[in-house]
């Protein structure tokens, strides 16, 4: 296959994910080759995304390194011969790839959790609010990038208000609720789509009120998403540098008891909403 320039996010999982099922068998790139009638450095293109892999390929790795694990194999073979263009595409080389790799590992997830202490998420911001978001970006954007990455947050609505919704579970602290990053009426609108956004069977939406005794978790923003089985779920941190997909599995499962313990500190998803349309009418 020919070598890529630029390998996406999930391209590159999928190497790092045969490097995975190498470095448990206790087999080197060399040795590996060697099963695989292959080389070192095709195996290490492979790994890092640089070349594509065949589902023969695929199958054949995984039976050199011993994987019994079915389920992750068949996981694996669907991301090395998907061959979708999705919507993002549009995108590719107008935003930068960050942009592109987060809108299709959204479209790939089984499920979505979300916490937020200081913004609305992404996936319930109203036009108005992206706007005000982008706009605050150092150095300031010109006005047709800013516009494309706003369009570009409301087509990623698409697994939450879409066709291909998938479930959606996210806590938002009061904080982020009352920051006002654009005018009253804004604010007012922003609050109303959450409501609208909640009321699907596939969304749940808690809220963390400021008047929580003892809770410290506080600085734990984050957006986790589920792959096609757990060894492929992805948690994606936001820098001011950058985007961080983050795969190792002890990180992901302390990813998970973080959000679990935040969820479990919020109002129940009722009160949750009778708090939010509290702060609609306040405003």
């Not at 490097?19 to 590996?32: H, P, Q, Y």
């Not at 790799?101 to 200081?118: G, I, K, M, N």
């Not at 009722?270 to 939010?276: A, E, G, N, T, V």
Request: aromatic share 6%; charged share 30%.
């Amino acid at each position: 296959m020919p070598r890529r320039r630029q390998p996406t996010a999930r391209q590159e999982r999928l190497g790092i994910e045969l490097r995975k099922l190498r470095e448990t068998a206790g087999l080197k790139s060399r040795e590996a080759a060697a099963l695989a009638g292959s080389d070192s450095a095709q195996i290490s293109q492979m790994e890092s995304g640089i070349a594509g892999v065949s589902e023969e390929r695929v199958r054949s790795l995984a039976a050199h390194y011993s994987c019994t694990d079915e389920e992750l194999v068949e996981a694996l073979v669907a991301m090395a011969t998907d061959r979708t263009r999705g919507w993002w595409e549009e995108y590719r080389g107008l935003l930068p790839a960050p942009f592109l790799d987060v809108a299709e590992l959204e479209h790939h997830s089984t499920y979505r959790l979300d916490v937020e202490f200081l913004h609305i998420p992404g996936l319930f911001q109203t036009e108005d609010y992206a706007r005000a978001v982008f706009s605050h970006r150092v150095p300031r954007l010109p006005d047709n990038e800013l516009e494309l990455r706003v369009r570009h947050r409301m087509e990623r609505k698409v697994i939450v208000a879409g066709s291909t919704s998938v479930p959606y579970k996210v806590v938002i602290h009061e904080a982020a609720l009352r920051i006002r990053v654009g005018d009253r009426a804004a604010a007012r609108t922003q609050l109303t789509r959450i409501l609208e956004l909640s009321e699907a069977d596939h969304v749940t939406v808690r809220v963390i009120p400021f008047d929580l005794d003892s809770f410290a978790g506080a600085t734990n923003a984050m957006m986790y998403v589920g792959g096609a089985v757990p060894k492929l779920d992805t948690a994606v941190r936001d820098a001011p540098h950058g985007v961080g997909f983050i795969d190792s599995e002890p990180q992901l499962g302390t990813f998970r008891t973080l959000f679990h313990m935040v969820e479990a500190a919020s109002l129940e998803p009722i009160r949750s909403r009778d708090f939010i349309h509290q702060l609609a009418k306040e405003l």
